[in-house]
């Protein structure tokens, strides 16, 4: 928490820093800053290994339906020699950190700072944080290093992640690996409006509607991702 509160200030001292610049050498030190950032996390995350990303809410609630569904596929993906990564907060991501934990598992989060600053949970190993200015070099780290996503009922920032996902397997700009919606009954509106509306369209095919798999079983959810595995070398996405 220190940590983070340092790294908020030092931020602070920059913006206003730059402010002194024209706008065309704020471009520049910016650059460096995100260059940065990216070091950080590459230098992190590049020591993980068979790491799959839980992602959900940051306002679901400990004891509610979606925390424990996390809690239990973290727990099962660990029984099938996995790690889990999540965005590093509170929710969902908290459920998915402890689960892990408590199953053996190396737990990792990516964190980001925010104006009304999520702090990061307290079930994340030790050396295994990383806090971003950037989602954008946040979401690299996310495609880049996890082998899995498995998303859990959430808002815009879960929709972005598995949206990204789905995309960028879609278009082969990664390498494919499983995608799976977790919480039929939240999810199935959607699913519906992309079967009905954007399939008929021709906006996508009903080919690529088999990019994602929709489970609410802990055990399901987790076989897929082993059973992908199984045939496939893991190794990071590009």
Request: aromatic share 12%.
């Amino acid at each position: 928490m220190n940590m983070k509160k340092k790294a908020t200030h030092h931020d602070q001292i920059q913006d206003a820093q730059l402010k002194f610049l024209s706008d065309a050498q704020q471009d520049f030190w910016r650059l460096f800053r995100i260059m940065a950032e990216f070091v950080e996390g590459f230098s992190m995350m590049g020591q993980q290994q068979r790491l799959v990303s839980i992602f959900g809410s940051a306002r679901s609630k400990p004891g509610s339906k979606y925390y424990e569904m996390a809690m239990q596929v973290a727990r099962e993906l660990v029984d099938r020699g996995f790690n889990v990564l999540t965005g590093g907060g509170p929710g969902i991501m908290e459920a998915g950190n402890r689960g892990c934990r408590e199953a053996g598992g190396a737990s990792v989060g990516i964190n980001i700072d925010l104006p009304f600053e999520q702090e990061s949970n307290g079930y994340i190993d030790e050396g295994r944080l990383a806090t971003f200015r950037h989602f954008f070099v946040r979401k690299v780290m996310f495609v880049k290093y996890a082998h899995g996503f498995v998303v859990l009922p959430g808002g815009f920032g879960t929709l972005d992640e598995f949206f990204e996902a789905v995309t960028l397997i879609q278009t082969k700009k990664t390498r494919p690996f499983p995608v799976i919606l977790m919480g039929k009954e939240y999810w199935s509106g959607l699913i519906e409006w992309m079967r009905t509306t954007m399939t008929s369209a021709g906006n996508i095919s009903e080919e690529e509607m088999s990019l994602f798999s929709v489970t609410d079983d802990p055990v399901a959810a987790a076989d897929i991702i082993a059973e992908f595995y199984r045939k496939i070398e893991i190794v990071t996405n590009f």
